[in-house]
């Protein structure tokens, strides 16, 4: 049940969309189930996030991502190719070019036994079948 936290500057519907799709398929065409991924974006406002002590807005950025800061939780057996791979898959989904000042992709190995999410009106382990 790989969950992606994607915190950035204020994205239109369409594009958090497309960004959602896009994640979506490449985590499905590598091993997960497409009703499992969840993407969740996470506004930020100006003046919140200092790169050296200095606001990001500040430094220079072409017309692409300004910033963004991506948390994945992944399963403990996904090894460093696979997170490597899935790390650049978000970079070119968000338009990472070579005038962003910053993108930070974190991966938090989650076993399943320790995330629960409810599914038809019940409470469940994602490692219960």
Same mark, same amino acid.
């Given at each position: 049940m790989?969950?992606i936290?994607?915190t ?7 594009r958090?969309?497309a960004v959602?799709?896009?994640?979506t398929?490449w ?6 189930e497409?009703?499992?991924v969840v993407?969740?974006f996470?506004?930020?406002?100006e003046?919140?996030?200092y790169?050296?002590g200095?606001?990001?807005?500040a430094?220079?950025?072409?017309d ?5 800061? &991506?948390?994945?939780?992944?399963? #403990?057996d996904?090894?460093e190719a @696979?997170?490597a !791979? ?5 970079? %070119? +989904?968000?338009g990472?070019?070579?005038g962003?000042?910053f993108?930070? &992709?974190e991966?938090r190995?989650? #076993?399943?036994?320790?995330?629960? @999410?409810?599914? !038809?009106?019940?409470l469940?382990?994602? %490692? +219960?079948?």
């Open positions: 790989p969950t936290t994607i950035t500057t204020k994205l239109s519907t369409a958090r969309r959602a799709v896009r994640l398929r985590l499905s065409t590598h091993g997960s497409r009703g499992h993407v969740r996470e506004s930020t406002e003046g919140t996030v790169i050296g200095m606001p990001v807005e430094l220079p950025y072409d692409g991502l300004r910033h963004a800061a &991506v948390t994945c939780c992944v399963a #403990p996904r090894d @696979y997170r !791979a899935l790390a650049a898959e978000i970079g %070119d +989904a968000l990472l070019t070579a962003t000042p993108l930070y &992709v991966f190995p989650t #076993p399943l036994d320790q995330v629960h @999410y409810g599914a !038809a009106g019940k469940r382990r994602a %490692d +219960a079948t």
